[in-house]
């Protein structure tokens, strides 16, 4: 059995608690929620669409540090806090992942600040990457 490694890289928010960007454990990713705040900038868009498109690409850094991408996303969870928002967070989601596109939940939550969306993941890194 193999050991949890940590995940961190730079490109994506850091960590504003107790916890990893992602973990991984064999081929298995599991990354932690992604907001929309740029990771250069600190800043956070104030649009619902803005915020939804950076935090796909902070997903993106994390599971780039992990070794795979958003086509090796098995699983995601989608918060939002304005559940009325779901056809303009779904446009977004849908232009940024592939068919076939990954198993989803999405749920109407209440988030800290300015956040309307957050999204986390599990993937399945490629083999020649977990050797």
Known sequence: ?????????????????TYSQAIVHGRSVWTAGQV???????E?????????????????A???A???GLADVVRTTCFLTRIEDFAAFDAVYRRRFAAPFPA??????ALAGQLLFEIEASAVRPEAVAG
């Open 104 to 109: 989803r939940s999405t749920v109407g939550v």
């Open 36 to 42: 929309g705040t740029d990771p250069a900038t600190g």
């Open 62 to 64: 994390v599971l780039a």
């Open 44 to 60: 956070l868009p104030g649009s619902l669409e803005g915020q939804v498109e950076q935090a796909i690409t902070n997903l993106e």
């Open 66 to 68: 992990a070794g795979c």
């Open 1 to 17: 059995m193999s050991e949890l490694q940590q995940v961190s890289t730079q490109h994506a928010p850091a960590p504003g608690g």
